[in-house]
């Protein structure tokens, strides 16, 4: 079950501390990576002089990206034998960047294994949609197997498995189902979830439709009375001149059958469900072990005898970090197996950037978004975890929000059409963003703070000590992507109508309401001919962040690895199809058993 690497990372690394050493250096010392990850934003990519592409691009790059297909771009990226490009053929620096970003990225081929695995009922696939399934079968027959090796290799016997952020337990629903018959302890912070996986239970026949025993005329006659007698239809009128007495404690149950608590019944080798409603602010599940202890297990299991694993599928932001927490923290949980997602969701565990790191963009205000809270910096449970990263030269290892964003791309999925769509969407809104700029909407801000205009004069100016103020957008309709002038027009009528944020929706209509139909089109004939260079920039940034998710996961291997006064073994490995789910390393820690 242990794999031969605890980390997959190719083999032109001899150990798993040469891997760590060489990523550590290049991530701080690759000028190119850190602008490409953490120094740029696409919204800034037009409202400076030259422009992003020109400035942040090494000139021996420039002209080979720009006569280059994006699709060929993609393939000479991450796919085409470096050493046997046809002509044009990229110039000697991008190809040694290109190798350096392979080389330090982690594997994430899984060899396809749906053929072995049990298969799922159509009740246990409700409301699955084909990359779910594919998720949760994967994943449950790992969490099968792990279990099987922590009890033959590890000396130690799982007695629950702990889903955090179980959402409509998908999971642990087949899980608790036959071949695996695990019990489970759901834990969800949202009511409504927990009641929608209750009913999602009963048709997987994991629990049972409770029965609801009524006297049929009183019920009738209870509702009757619900309604106001002029409303009354001649059936009603009848069943009221026949009214029947009922003693006075008599209560009529009228909930709908779907708000009456589902049954579970605990039976002899087969799976159950426990859930508790919590929102896991940290790795401590102390909280939830005496929900456990005192209330919920049948037969009651004590504290001593509780052997836990936490599991989760793509829990996002610092869920995972709680889910990896949890085994250090509580000597309950003896072993983990957690997928990460969203990295945009981490929050930052060093600060803010300092004058050491002058790439690493700052997270600015947006003029019509939530007050940017202080407290999500310098937070104990954000990134980095380990040690190593924390107190890496000195000042430690950051990754700001664009690079954790990108992370959470999947370039080696794009498609062309794909690419063409959100390249598109990506180039409008970088002109929306010079046209704020042009009509005062926004401003340039130095990153320090400071409006740029008053500190410095246009030729100290750059994409790496200016920006400008974020304007939160979010989607518009499918129609407002077919021209500049669509887009245009749909952001303005949607900032403009919105309920929040009335000075800046002032501000925007007074400053944009006026524009012309002619204005529009000169931008696009200015900035369209560029279109090239913005999709060439978003694919490389794509392509480096590849880097920043083998870091990210790296990160949380070596937290593991620091402790090994209390973990036996962790690595890391693919549970998932690349290609339908790239979030698809999963991260195991194994306890020392008891003496």
Request: charged share 25%; net charge neutral.
């Amino acid at each position: 079950m242990v794999p031969s690497k605890p980390l997959p990372y190719p083999d032109c690394w001899a150990t798993p501390e040469d891997y760590v050493d060489n990523l550590l250096q290049f991530v701080t010392t690759s000028e190119t990576f850190q602008i490409l990850c953490s120094g740029v934003h696409v919204l800034d990519f037009f409202t400076t002089e030259p422009g992003l592409f020109s400035s942040v691009v090494p000139d021996d790059w420039q002209p080979w990206l720009l006569q280059c297909d994006p699709m060929r771009l993609l393939d000479v990226l991450m796919r085409d034998d470096l050493d046997s490009l046809s002509d044009p053929r990229p110039p000697e620096s991008l190809t040694r960047y290109i190798r350096n970003i392979r080389n330090l990225s982690l594997a994430r081929e899984y060899p396809s294994r749906e053929e072995k695995l049990p298969k799922m009922t159509w009740q246990g696939t409700v409301g699955m949609k084909p990359k779910k399934i594919h998720e949760v079968r994967n994943f449950a027959d790992y969490i099968d197997q792990l279990a099987s090796a922590v009890k033959s290799e590890f000396n130690n016997d799982i007695t629950h498995f702990v889903d955090f952020g179980s959402g409509q337990n998908y999971l642990g629903r087949a899980l608790a189902s036959a071949p695996y018959n695990k019990h489970i302890i759901a834990v969800e912070g949202r009511e409504n979830n927990i009641t929608g996986a209750k009913g999602l239970d009963i048709i997987a026949r994991v629990a049972e439709k409770p029965k609801i025993m009524r006297n049929k005329k009183l019920w009738m006659q209870q509702l009757d009375n619900m309604t106001p007698e002029d409303q009354r239809d001649e059936r009603a009128l009848k069943r009221a001149n026949k009214a029947i007495k009922s003693s006075a404690d008599y209560v009529v149950d009228l909930r709908p059958r779907h708000e009456s608590e589902a049954i579970y019944t605990p039976e002899e080798g087969k799976g159950f469900i426990h859930y508790i409603e919590a929102r896991l602010e940290s790795g401590d599940l102390a909280e939830v072990i005496d929900k456990l202890e005192n209330t919920l297990l049948e037969p009651p299991v004590p504290r001593a005898d509780l052997r836990l694993m936490a599991i989760s599928i793509h829990s996002c932001g610092n869920l995972s970090h709680h889910g990896i927490r949890s085994l250090i923290i509580n000597p309950a949980v003896q072993a983990i197996a957690i997928v990460g997602c969203c990295y945009n969701l981490l929050t930052e565990k060093l600060g803010p950037p300092t004058h050491k790191l002058p790439y690493l963009r700052p997270s600015l205000q947006a003029l019509n978004g939530r007050v940017i809270r202080e407290s999500s910096r310098c937070d104990p449970h954000g990134f980095p975890l380990s040690d190593r990263l924390c107190t890496y030269g000195d000042v430690g290892i950051r990754l700001n929000i664009t690079a954790r964003m990108m992370a959470c791309q999947a370039p080696h999925n794009w498609t062309e059409v794909e690419s063409d769509g959100f390249f598109t969407r990506h180039f409008f809104r970088a002109v929306l963003q010079k046209i704020f700029l042009d009509r005062g909407v926004v401003s340039k801000i130095h990153h320090d703070g400071t409006r740029a205009e008053d500190s410095m004069s246009n030729s100290t100016q750059s994409p790496f000590n200016v920006s400008t103020n974020p304007v939160v957008l979010g989607s518009l309709g499918k129609s407002c992507y077919k021209s500049l002038h669509a887009y245009v027009r749909g952001a303005i009528t949607k900032l403009t109508t919105s309920s929040d944020y009335h000075e800046q929706r002032d501000i925007i209509k007074e400053r944009m309401s006026d524009i012309t139909d002619e204005e529009i089109t000169k931008y696009e004939s200015q900035y369209g001919p560029r279109k090239r260079e913005l999709s060439a920039i978003w694919t490389l940034m794509a392509f480096s962040a590849i880097v920043v998710e083998s870091l990210i996961v790296t990160d949380r291997w070596l937290f593991l690895r620091q402790h090994s006064d209390l973990v036996q073994d962790c690595w890391a490995e693919p549970v998932f199809d690349y290609r339908q789910s790239p979030r698809n390393l999963v991260i195991v820690g194994v306890k020392k058993a008891n003496p």
